[in-house]
C-alpha cells in the first residue's frame, strides 16, 4: 500500500483504504480564501457570517413542443444533464389551457437545482467557458435582480456549454438560470457576482443590446467561436 494511503480498521480488524479526498472546487477555494474577506470589508459587514454567499442554482429548460413531440423532452433531459452533471426532474403543467391544448399535469420542461460542490463548479464553467462563447456577447443585464439578491438570466442556445456535441443536438434550446445567494439586498448580491467576474453590462452604456445568441432553428456551423 502506498505511503499515502489512508486506512481504517473494521471490528474485524480488516484493513480497509479509504476513498481519496476530492479537490474543492477552484472558485469554491478562491470564495474562501480571498473573495469573502474583501466582500466583508466591501460591504461593511461587522460579522464574516454576514457576508453573501451562494445558496443554490436553478436550471430551468422550458419544452413546450413536448406535448405533442415527447422526443423533445427526452432531449431536453439529456441535455441537461450533461450541462449540470446532475439528473433533472421534469416539469408539468399546474393548470390546463384550452387555447394551447394544454392538460394539467403534461409534461412541458426540464429542471434541475444545484448546491454544494455541482454549484460552485457549474458557476465556474458558466462563467469562464460557456459565457465567452456566446456570439456577439455584450455583457449581462445588470437590473435581472428580484429584489433579495438572486439574479436571473437567459442563454438561448446550450452549445455554448462544451458538454454538449455540437453534431448530435436535435433542436437548439433556451434555458434559464436562476443564482440564489443569501444576499440580503440586491446591492449585496451584485457585489458578490461581481467579485465572482460575472461580465455584467457596462453602467455607461445602459441601452447596449442584450447578448446575440444563435437564431432558432437548426443550427449552422461555424458561427460558434
Known amino acids: ?33 480571498e473573495l469573502k474577506s474583501s466582500l466583508q470589508e466591501q460591504l461593511g459587514l461587522g460579522n464574516v457570517m454576514q457576508v453573501p454567499t451562494l445558496e443554490k442554482i436553478v436550471i430551468n429548460m422550458g419544452v413546450g413542443r413536448a406535448t405533442q413531440q415527447p422526443s423533445l423532452l427526452e432531449g431536453a433531459v439529456a441535455d441537461l444533464t450533461a450541462i449540470a452533471g446532475q439528473k433533472p426532474v421534469v416539469t408539468k403543467a399546474t393548470t390546463s389551457i384550452a387555447g394551447f391544448k394544454l392538460r394539467e399535469g403534461q409534461s412541458i420542461g426540464t429542471k434541475v437545482t444545484l448546491r454544494g460542490d455541482r454549484m460552485w463548479e457549474f458557476l465556474d464553467r458558466l462563467i469562464a ?46 434555458m434559464d438560470i436562476t443564482i440564489v445567494t443569501t444576499a440580503t439586498s440586491d446591492a449585496q448580491g451584485r457585489a458578490l457576482l461581481d467579485a465572482f467576474g460575472f461580465p455584467f453590462r457596462q453602467a455607461n452604456d445602459p441601452n447596449a443590446p442584450e447578448p446575440k445568441q444563435r437564431r432558432r432553428g437548426r443550427p449552422v456551423r461555424g458561427k460558434r467561436k
Not at 479526498?21 to 477555494?29: D, G, I, N, S, Y
Not at 456577439?136 to 433579495?148: I, K, N, Q, V
Open 129 to 174: 467557458v460557456a459565457i465567452p462563447r456566446i456570439r456577439d456577447f455584450r455583457g449581462l443585464s445588470a437590473t435581472s435582480w428580484d429584489g433579495r439578491g438572486n439574479y436571473t438570466f437567459g442563454l438561448n442556445d446550450q452549445t455554448v456549454f462544451p458538454e454538449i456535441d455540437y453534431d448530435k443536438i436535435d433542436t437548439p434550446r433556451g
Open 1 to 33: 500500500m502506498s505511503d499515502d494511503a489512508t486506512t481504517n480498521e473494521t471490528s474485524g480488524g480488516v484493513a480497509v483504504e479509504a476513498a481519496p479526498t476530492r479537490e474543492a472546487p477552484r472558485l469554491k477555494t478562491r470564495y474562501l480564501d
